[in-house]
């Protein structure tokens, strides 16, 4: 074995050699001395290809440190050329992927050298070359019209749409005015198309409020500034129920009795639908059923009750609300008699010609008595208005539909107007409040009563009667009935353009009780009374004006905490009471069970 020491005395790099000789044999045996090296291992070359302009396309270049020395670099490359990292250091055999961005802003081809400088010295190259093109994307059709839609029911349609260029579209769908919460959803919101490529869009239109027209504008785009828009538009409609009849006339009928007929309610939708009959279950014209849901394409039925007991003529305009739809309405008219009084009969003709003039004028009956015996009268033409033959339902029941004109009361937006503002637009007959309230009352003691006015616009004599429904004790005998609210006096007769008041008493059986009803003021011609004081031509339909009385028995239940339940003590029940409230500008009945 042989040593050889080296001990350098500067840092440079040392060749030497020595000769061994063995015998007659000599051998030269070379001795050097190397510095740690660094290198770096790369490829030569990088191509994009095709790319679309204005959009960003990267690549990895992997670099390497093959030495056994630190290794310092840095990259210079023009634009749209760029690398991340640009500068950094390689420790012996590490790898680092530099990522070799191409930004194109134009359609071109580009060619470019990245120098990368090394701490020995070295320059290393990479060529990188890349060509970038515009993307065209094209839609089939620039307009959807998905149609009329009943709300809770959803529209579906497709576009489909292409990519006609050489190089990928990454395209983006936004709609106009923003992402809020709209009845039309789109998708995809973005994507990639590659070259040659068709996709679709899936549109979806789901209508919130009835009668609203929906149009939204949605732009397809990409960054090389291919834009396309795509209009899509739709009709939101209410789900449709059909009535098997507007007009229950009752004809003549004997006082104590309680005749009925039957109402055919069909939904024609596709959706479930939702309807309430704004009408006292023991009012004088009531219904056996007041709400419910009808199934998609079905039909059920309700019956039509008349309980008057008054010698007189009635009329009532029933409004019918249906959920996300216009309301209906139906009119039920009857003629009470008795042996001491037969008021002439009525009948629908007679509401026609009234509603006629005075949509026509507006004053009917309000310049005296003159109105009453002229002989223009609107025809009616329910003879020319036929039920739908395809259901054998509508034919067998015999009623008389409105005619035209009257049916756009019946339905539609001017029945919102009916529903709130009555149908007698001329106010022959008003009254001072529509609301009597109470307060708090005990039954130990009688309560304060309650008055409003009543005044007769017309020019002839009125005879009016406000018309309370007794109420059922729940805690009494089965089938007794109590007056809670009493009227006084029970009938006015009021001279033309006169005024006379009426006083609501309040006597409540128990205490801790929340009472609501409606009642209802009816009043006629005085000529009405008799048949014989009234030719057809001059018979005039009564009015109905619906008053709201409460009041509270023990306790007060301000407005503002009523509930649809209200709960005292021991949860004894003491009933229901009909309650009419308002809310977000829409009638509605509901049932107010009180405990105690």
Known sequence: IIKVYFRPQRQQQHTEQFE????TTSLLIPLEAVLPASKLQ???AIDFGSVPAKELALQLLPIKNVGDAPLRFSWKIEAPFSIEPIAGQLMPSQILSCEVRF???EAAAYHASAACSLDNGELLTVQINGLAKFPFLSLESSRIDLGEVVVGQTAEAYVRFGNHSPVAANFTLTLAGGSRDDVFSIQPSRGTLQPNEYSVLHVVYS???????SCRTCTLATAGGNKLTLTCQGTATGPQLRLSSRVFCFGNVRSGQSPSKVLYLENCSNVPLVFEFLQDPN??????RCSGVIAPRSITHTAVLFKGTLPTNYWQRIVCLIKDSEPLAIDALATVYDDSSRPPPLLYKHIESYLAKVQAGGLTLLNGTADLTTTTQVQSNAQQQQHDSSSSMFNVLGQMPPSTQQQQQLAGPDSWQALFDGVDAAQAITVSSNYLDFGSCSRLQP???CSFTVSNNTGAKVLAALLVTPWQDPLGQLGKVAQVFQAFPESLELRPHSSATLRVVFRPPH?????CQGLVLLAGLKAMRSFRLAQDAEVVPPWCIGIMVRASAGGSFPSSKLADTCTLGNQLSYGSMNCLYMSYGCHRNCWCATTC
Do not use: I, W
Request: with cysteine.
């Open 42 to 44: 790369m490829q030569s």
């Open 447 to 449: 309560a304060e009563p």
């Open 207 to 213: 209508p919130k409020a009835t009668g609203t027209f």
């Open 283 to 288: 009012g004088v014209f009531a219904l056996t």
């Open 511 to 515: 205490d801790g009780v929340y009472y």
């Open 20 to 23: 061994l000789v063995c015998g």
């Open 103 to 105: 930004e194109p802003q």
